[in-house]
Structure formats: C-alpha cells, structure tokens
C-alpha cells in the first residue's frame, strides 16, 4: 500500500484519489463518510508508505462559533494519526494553512497547534513530517465547500447573487486543486512548504470575473452584495511558494465553473 488518506473523500482528498487511481497507486481512504471517525475508529492496517492527514474541521465562520470543538477535534484525529505514522514508519504529510502563523480565528490556530505537534513528533520520536500549507484552494468536487469560489459558482447556477463578506478589496491567494494534489504527491520529508502561487487576487476582481464568466456560460449576470467581514476570515499571509504552480486563476475557474456545470444540482 502506497498511501492512506483520512479525509479521502473531502474536497482535496477526493481529487488526490482520482489521481492516484489514474497513476495507478494503492490507497486506503479514511473518512467519515465510510464510517471512520478517526477519534473512534481503529485505523490499524497494512503498512503505508505515505500517511496523508486531510481530515478536518475547516469552516471559519462555524470555528468562531464553535471552538472548542474545532480545536479539540482537529488536535485529536492529528495525534491519533501521528501515532499510527510513528508504529508503521509512514512519512506523514499533513495539510496546514497559509494562515496558520498568525492564528486568526480557531481554525487556524488549530492548524498552528498542529503543526507544533508534527514537529514535535519528528523531533521526538523520528517521524518523517511534511508540512504542507495551502493558501486557498478552489477546483473540482468542491461542491460541499462554503469558499468563496465554490459558493460565487453555485450561487450563478442557483441565479442567485454573489455576497462580498467585507468591503472585497481584500486580497487571497488561490491555487487550483490539481497543483495541489501535484504538491503532496512530489513533497519530500521534514520540511514545512507553502502550497501557494504567489499571486493575491481581490474578492471584488473574483466575484466580477465568476460574473462575466457565468454571463458567458449560462446567459445570466448575478448582483453582487456586501455584508460586514468577520475578523479571521478575510487575511492571508503574503507568503513565497515552494512550488510552481502551473494553473492560471482565470483558467482554473473556468475549468472549475464547467465541472459545476455537470455534476451540481441546485
């Protein structure tokens, strides 16, 4: 077996298994909808050469609301899977933020305590620990996700309107999935990588190219609307990459717009 991948059927998780599968690698998927909760669940199984950690809480807006249960949880099913890397000698590759750093919100000082806990595994006990921070990632099967990409598409397909949370001049770094999946399939061991392209765009240029772009494609324009930002949700740190993304934003979305265009159903 070449890799496990808790969280394998979430957004990321589920491209990066459509291109295992293509490249024809072995892979375990581990992930609540299959009835594995990693705080409960026995994971135990045929030794892996890569340990993929995907699965996570990972809405902003519900971490404010609840953080208790954002931290507790991503900490735990980390530890739980750093564990089983540490028995069988798995490089563990866990998935972080761009945002990590400055710790905003409760999701993302979650991911900061986490990271503190690979290193401390790698330190400790001689884990092989990648980790890998993702700026804002956007792309196919990401239909379940509440970011700003996937809620501007589905909200044309819905012919509904596009909602700016702040005054939109904030800027993000987006990067396609599939420069992502690229990422974790080419990492090497104990590092710490920016999965980003380097580039920031604003939300106010997204949400007029997503509005052009869904003119073109489905013949209807949105309206864009503003309500008041939330602190923690807006920021992403400037950050250089340690990738080359090859992807262009506006190619990407359009790439992405299409795939919404097959597979949602409003």
Known sequence: MNYIISGGLGFIGKNLSVALARSHEDFVVLDKLTGCDLNTCDI???ECNKFVHLAACTNIRESLTCPEKFIIENVQTTVRCLNYARQTGAHFIFASSLGAPQALS???????ACEAI?????????????????S??????????SSVIASFIKNCLKHSSLTINGDGVQERDFIYVDDVV??????????????CTGFSTSINYLAEYIRDLSDE????????????????????TPAKPDILAETHLEKGIKETFKWYMEHYKC
Do not use: D, Q, W
């Open 44 to 46: 135990r199984m045929a």
């Open 118 to 134: 690979c290193k401390a595994y790698h330190e400790s006990f001689g884990v092989k620990v990648t980790i890998l921070r993702f």
């Open 136 to 145: 804002s990632v956007y792309g196919p099967y990401s239909m379940h996700k």
């Open 217 to 236: 494609l489905i013949n209807f324009r949105p309206e864009i609307k503003f309500s008041p930002a939330i602190k923690g949700e807006v920021m992403e």
């Open 182 to 195: 690229k990422a974790i399939v080419n990492c090497g061991s104990n590092k710490v990588m920016n999965v």
């Open 106 to 112: 409760p999701y993302s000082a979650s991911k900061l």
